[in-house]
Every structure is written in C-alpha cells, then in structure tokens.
C-alpha cells in the first residue's frame, strides 16, 4: 500500500558527504513521522534522525552536528544530509515513515535501506 524508495547511498571517504533520498507513494492521505535507521553488522537498528510533519527534529546523539534531516512534504520524501562522515557512520540506512492510509488506517513503512560505507 505504501512504498518507500531510497537513494544517494554509496562509498565515501571520511569526512565527506552524502545526501540521502527517501520517496513515498502509494495510498497515502498524510504522512506523519518521516525518518532514518541505520543497521550495522552486528548491530541493532537505531535511530539516527527523525522529524515530524511539522518540522521538529530529533537526532541520535552521535550524529548531532553533522547530519541534517529535511523533508518535502509535497513530494512525500524525506533527505538526510551527511557530513563530517565516519568510518562508524557505515551501516545500512532504511528510511521510515508513519502514514495514514487513504482507507485512514495507519501503518509503519519501511524502505528497503541503502548501503553507506565511509572507508579510505
């Protein structure tokens, strides 16, 4: 019913950049909470950046500072902007987001996650 596309994942040296892309569609008659998870190996999947449909934010403390999460809720997608990137930063990023349905039901959607890697 809900489909969540990401994009911008890749490889990066540390201290570099990447920009992240997230794009919903399907059913959808309003999106609420829009965020990124990360998941390395071996990890459980945490919170890095979250931010609700009037614009507040929250980020995980680790990335304070150097990530910024934005969205356009026109488009229904949500980017997260990576700088100052660290070799911790390497995970699998999954995109999330908390949508009412057009049938009004509610539901937690998740993207398939794009892989970033910051290794020189």
């Known amino acids: 019913q809900v489909q969540l596309v990401e994009s911008g994942g890749g490889l990066v040296q540390p201290g570099g950049s990447l920009r992240l892309s997230c794009a919903a569609s399907g059913s959808i008659f309003r999106i609420d909470d829009m965020g990124w998870y990360r998941q390395a190996p071996g990890s459980e999947r945490e919170l890095v950046a979250l931010?609700?449909?009037?614009?507040?934010?929250n980020y995980a403390d680790s990335v304070k500072g150097r990530f910024t999460i934005s969205r356009d809720n026109a488009k229904n997608t949500v980017y997260l902007q990576m700088n100052s990137l660290k070799p911790e930063d390497t995970a699998v990023y999954l995109c999330?987001?908390?949508?009412?349905?057009?049938?009004?039901?509610?539901?937690?959607?998740w993207g398939q996650g794009t892989q970033v890697t910051v290794s020189s």
């Open positions: 999330y987001a908390n949508v009412v349905l057009t049938s009004r039901s509610i539901v937690d959607s």
């Open positions: 931010i609700i449909s009037g614009g507040g934010t």
